[in-house]
């Protein structure tokens, strides 16, 4: 019997969880999205971080969720890479990682699966597979109520000197960083979406002051009218959230379920839990 590899990557990071012999062990990568990077470059990530790693162990099966796999493209990419690197695996698995949060999420039930993180998305899960998904328009067109959204908010705020004194001195204090720097990184540096969701982190600590839970509030009221109010299976299944922002913010999500008159369902800050209990 060999191990079993689960994977779950954002732009940032990935986590990568082995199931041994009943026994869970955890590696931490950088993050792998076949939108920034090439196939080289992807199997260069494995090889340096991860494959060091798990030195000895033999790995059966491969269950690999990430960002930009609902692409076709993609997701034959990084599905070719993982069987070059892992190629004793009699079983391996790209799924995207909208998948990954319904399974985490809903397990094998029926219900609304959202993600929260730096990007943000959702979908109808009827228990084994999507069946609706709202379009995910990437960071500069939509992703309402993510990371990258909300500290596009911050950012807005600040440059428009829209805080007030103490917002702004907290905000110096903390960044210090000119206007031509953000533009600069926004504009012409890689993964902008990144550096935006990085501001997202002000909200979390400044919370209680009016604007912040503003911006909080308007940022996550926006993914509810734009994407939970378009699927007729919300006002009949539990909503479930995974991310970072969804996790921090959980209290709003509450808030506006409540608000909305929709069934709250499970909140988890990254979905490898829910995953270790699905492919357990």
């Known amino acids: 019997m060999g191990a079993k590899l689960i994977a779950d990557s954002g732009a940032t990071k990935a986590e990568w969880c082995i199931l041994n012999k009943g026994k869970v062990k955890t590696i931490f990568t950088q993050g792998i999205s076949p939108y920034f990077l090439t196939k080289e470059q992807i199997r260069q990530v494995l090889e340096k971080e991860l494959l060091p790693k798990i030195k000895n162990l033999s790995i059966t099966e491969v269950f690999y969720y990430g960002t930009g796999l609902a692409n076709p493209a993609n997701a034959k990419m990084v599905r070719t890479v993982l069987k070059q690197v892992f ?69 807005q705020h600040y440059l428009y000197h829209t805080f007030d004194e103490e917002l702004k001195a907290r905000f110096e204090n903390k960044y210090s960083v000119t206007n031509i720097e953000i533009l600069e990184a926004v504009y012409k540096k890689p993964m902008p979406n990144r550096y935006l969701a990085s501001y997202s982190l002000f909200l979390a600590e400044n919370r209680g002051h009016y604007m912040i839970e503003n911006i909080i509030e308007d ?62």
């Open 87 to 155: 190629n004793k695996a009699k079983k391996i698995e790209a799924d995207h990682d909208l998948m990954a949060a319904a399974r985490a999420l809903c397990g094998k039930q029926k219900g609304i699966a959202c993600i929260l993180g730096t990007g943000s998305n959702s979908c109808y899960y009827n228990g084994k597979k999507i069946i609706k998904n709202s379009p995910g328009l990437g960071f500069i067109l939509g992703d309402e109520g993510s990371g990258a959204y909300l500290g596009k908010k911050v950012i």
């Open 219 to 280: 940022g996550l009221n926006d993914f509810f009218f734009n994407h939970l109010y378009k699927y007729r299976e919300s006002w009949t299944n539990p909503i479930n959230f995974v991310g970072g922002v969804a996790w921090g913010f959980r209290d709003i999500l509450k808030e506006l379920c409540k608000t909305y008159e929709l069934e709250l369902g499970v909140v988890l800050k990254n979905p490898m839990e829910g995953l270790i209990r699905f492919h357990k």
